[in-house]
């Protein structure tokens, strides 16, 4: 027994909209073949939010219903919910506020959190703080995003890679040590030219002119923040291993961002860690930024095993990056 509070995960929801954009129909809309696309990326298919007047709030809120269920308890018992996402239903007011109206979360309070596909990462850390300072009994930290908002589909570097989806988990005060227990995290701002969204902020504010040039869509240089992306993600891994004196052995798995499986690979190789112990759903999702993590978790749930160590690591726009050890 320890004195020192942790934040503890007690329960994991989510969600992936029902259809799917395979290869063969990407095929159909850019120069590209299914063959390029598993090799080089490691994706069969992404799910798609179809339907009108559906947005980022209509994936959280059935994940964090979910998670309540499972938790047995009320929407009304959440403290804050965080959504770290860079598609939220409006510019403002945030999704938070948005999905805590519709699951009559009525005390809670809320915010985005803006880090790309770092965004669930970075949410669990300030979550957790909020547990650690004592003020907090049930944060809700969300990790979801609906790519294909801003996604151009004539775009053959981007609209392979991205799908929509998300996931949630909840943080409650744990006084035997489980739940986030570390984190290393960075960002790189300096790298924002390799991959943004140009328009709509108010550098740019969306106008005919923007939307001709399409800049309102994600822009990706993806060879440099591949190559950064690798760097990033094992550092991070390595650093947060080796100030808590663990090995390979000592970690049950690793839960890396679901950008391109090469990396993957790479981060785990550099880790030293057995694919077998390296969470992987890109074939199925693709790469849903902030949702990837949650996504993982969501899963793999039923492989968990109270006690184990686990590393997730992230690397994004920004440039975002990290890595956090949790207790399961
Ligand atoms: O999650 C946020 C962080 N994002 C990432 O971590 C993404 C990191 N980047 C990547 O995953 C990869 O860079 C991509 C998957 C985006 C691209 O893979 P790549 O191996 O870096 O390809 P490349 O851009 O270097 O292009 C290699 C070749 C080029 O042809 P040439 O010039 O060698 O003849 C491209 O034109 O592949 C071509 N190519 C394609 N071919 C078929 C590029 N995209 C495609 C495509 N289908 N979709």
Known sequence: MTEKVTAAITAVGGYVPEYRLTNKELETMVETNDEWIRTRTGIEERRIQKGEGLALSDMIVPAVLELCKKRGMEPSEIDCLIVGT??????????????????????????????ACSGFLYGLTTGAALIESGRYKKIVVV????????????DRNTCIIFGDGGGAVL??????????????????????????????????????????????????????VYKYAVKGMADAVHELMERNHLTADDIAWLVPHQANIRIIESTAHRANIPMDKVMVNINKYGNTTAGTLPLCLWDYESKLKKGDLIILAAFGGGFTWGATLVRW
């Open 86 to 115: 860079i598609t939220g239903d409006y510019p403002f007011p945030s999704t938070a506020n948005v999905v805590c109206d519709k699951i009559g979360a009525k005390n809670a309070w809320g915010f985005d959190l803006a880090a």
């Open 143 to 154: 990790g979801a995003d609906k790519m294909s908002s801003i996604i151009d589909y004539t």
């Open 171 to 224: 943080l409650e005060p744990n006084f035997d040590g489980f739940g986030v227990l570390d984190s290393v995290l960075k960002s790189d701002g300096s790298g924002r030219k390799y991959l943004k969204t140009e328009a709509g902020g108010s550098l740019l504010p969306t106008s005919l002119e923007t939307v001709q040039k399409k800049q309102h869509f994600v822009y990706q240089e993806g060879a440099a």
